[in-house]
């Protein structure tokens, strides 16, 4: 037990299985776009996991930061998400920004729905504004405003085949994150 506490107290490189499973979440949304976030011509960035968060940083940064006392560090770098109990892995909105830049499918949405959206709900045939030519169901997408701002992100619930037959009361896009969190779930997006 305390090899374990030890362990979730310090940030460390994800694991095998954890890499697998962050990547394979990762993948869904960005596709091969995730070698990019890696092998950047700039400056290196790597993974690291510090109790139970997934943190994109700079590889300067962390290794200017071993000299914290871990028990006082809240972050370092941009958190992509969360590991639970049972292993699993959840996107969090901060990563909003890389997943937009990479993603290789997206929606847009209508400005009459831009809100709907933000206040966590799910998108609806009757605000999809465009989409992705050739998306398949249950992809990993980015929620756009015609604008091209990011609003989240979510998954397929329709193929683009699907959506242009359907009726405008079904659901389009599941969303699983959006910016609108920030405010309703300000407190736990760190904690």
Known sequence: ASTTSQLLSKMRPL????????????TNYIGKNVKQLIDRPDEPHVF??????????????MKKSVGIDRKGLV??????????????????VTCLDYIAQFAQYKVWVKPSSEMSIIYGNNLYKAGLGR???????YQGVV??????????FGTTARSTLECRKIDPKQVVCFTQADTGEYLRDEEHIMS
């Open 143 to 152: 929620i756009l405003s015609m604008n091209d701002i990011p609003l989240g």
């Open 75 to 92: 972050s370092l770098g941009v958190c992509f998400g969360k590991f639970s109990a049972s292993g699993k892995f959840k996107l969090h």
């Open 131 to 137: 989409i992705t030519e050739d998306t398949p169901k």
């Open 15 to 26: 694991t095998e299985e954890e890499t697998k499973v962050f990547f394979e979440k990762l």
């Open 48 to 61: 690291r996991l510090h109790r139970q968060r997934v943190y994109y940083v700079q590889e300067e940064l």
